[in-house]
Nanobody, 116 residues
Framework: QVQLVESGGGLVQAGGSLRLSCAAS????????MGWYRQAPGKQREMVAT???????NYADSLKGRFTISRDNAKNTVYLQMNSLKPEDTAVYYC??????????WGQGTQVTVSS
């Protein structure tokens, strides 16, 4: 059984920063592609960033330069550093893991609210 548990969400003013964490249980973490997705009210879930097991990252074009994804394989944890936050970044942020067998795992989500 694999579990992904997000933390670090909350309320922040525009221009502020937050750091999300996702702790993974189970043995898949070190081999999985990890990622962050978000879903705003009334919108589809969208990819924010992904990172491979060897640290190669990919970002949504609109978020490059403000968000940084990283992972600590020793701690089974992936992070999302979010800077210069904007009200339009308000969403539920989900941690995602894609196993080597192409199975998708999702966390329960953490709310990020950016006030103007």
């Amino acid at each position: 059984q694999v579990q992904l548990v997000e933390s670090g969400g909350g309320l922040v003013q525009a221009g502020g920063s937050l750091r999300l964490s996702c702790a993974a249980s189970g043995r898949l973490f070190s081999s999985a592609v990890m990622g962050w997705y978000r879903q705003a009210p009334g919108k589809q879930r969208e990819m924010v960033a992904t990172i491979t097991r060897d640290g190669r990252s990919n970002y949504a074009d609109s978020l490059k330069g403000r968000f940084t994804i990283s992972r600590d394989n020793a701690k089974n944890t992936v992070y999302l550093q979010m800077n210069s936050l904007k009200p339009e970044d308000t969403a539920v942020y989900y941690c995602h893991a894609l196993s080597t067998t192409a199975y998708n795992y999702w966390g329960q989500g953490t709310q990020v609210t950016v006030s103007s």
